[in-house]
């Protein structure tokens, strides 16, 4: 993403990197980190699905369960694991 943006001439090539993470009312660019958008998105589809309070969402959770390998309840477990 870094280098796409330098490309288009949106950020200078010897700019301070961490400045575009940081919120824009703190004088940032305000550009979201990839890894911590996918994590909230996890954790939060996770909670909603534990929830189950619609019949879709039931199943669902039923599925993701009976699965082996990928399942979004482990996921969003070990990336709370990780920011404890």
Known sequence: MRKLI???GTHHLKADVNRLYIE???DGCGL???ESTYNA???GLSKYIKQGKH???R???EYDVGKTKYTLQKEAHL???KHI
């Open 55 to 57: 019949r879709l969402t």
């Open 79 to 81: 990336i709370k694991q």
């Open 24 to 26: 824009r009312h703190d």
């Open 41 to 43: 998105a996890i954790v």
């Open 59 to 61: 199943l669902m959770k």
């Open 6 to 8: 330098t490309i288009l």
């Open 32 to 34: 979201a980190k990839l």
